[in-house]
């Protein structure tokens, strides 16, 4: 059974930085892209990262290039998302999610989300 | 920017009744890109449609996807009482976007 289980969600200050955690199971990890997409509350959802299997190809949505980083290990089966100069907007539930490529494109598997709240 | 309209914002509709829900892309997209997500309150989105036309594993066969180009409908022939969620339209290009979502809410 696949399980994607993200972790790291808190409530930080504007301006600070916090990294998020979604551990994989239930398939080969290495061989799926992944990505992160977040909900900020009572709105629609937003695509944030992707990075390829191998962790070698990565792409930002504008509203967080130059802020956020995306990584995986792909010995520990696991997906971070580095977010830093953290902002009220940011906040949002963040799920990750494993992408099917080639030759159809889509999110197939999805965690259960971390809350990130940036407030003072 | 590709930008993905849904419509309506909201379908009130009565369980056993058939939904028919609207994506449209401000470009012509590939079918191959096109997918339908539905969400429950408090869970995470859940696959439904891929390839603008083909059900994800587990789907029943009352969801059903269909459209080209820019024109795209996820139909669900006889609304069952779990059916009632919001449903995105995604496009998965460069920017991989979303739709604003229907929600479909017992009448």
Known sequence: EVQLLESGGDLVQPGG????????SGFTFSSYAMSWVRQAPGKGLEWVSVISG?????YFADSVKG???ISRDNSKNTLYLQMNSLRAEDTAVYYCASVVTS?????????????????? | EIVLTQSPGTLSLSPG???TLSCRTSQSVSSSYLAWYQQKPGQAPRLLIYGASSRATGIPDR???????TDFTLTISRLEPEDFAVYYCQQFGRSPL?????????K
């Not at chain 1, 191998?54 to 990565?58: A, E, I, Y």
């Open chain 1, 54 to 58: 191998g962790g070698g190809s990565t």
């Open chain 1, 103 to 120: 030759p159809v494109y889509y999110f197939d598997y999805w965690g259960q989300g971390a809350l990130v709240t940036v407030s003072s």
């Open chain 2, 63 to 69: 969801f059903s996807g269909s459209g080209s180009g």
């Open chain 1, 17 to 24: 930085s916090l990294r998020l955690s979604c551990a994989a």
């Open chain 1, 67 to 69: 802020r956020f980083t």
């Open chain 2, 17 to 19: 009744e058939r939904a």
């Open chain 2, 98 to 106: 979303f739709g604003q979502g229907t929600k479909v809410e017992i």
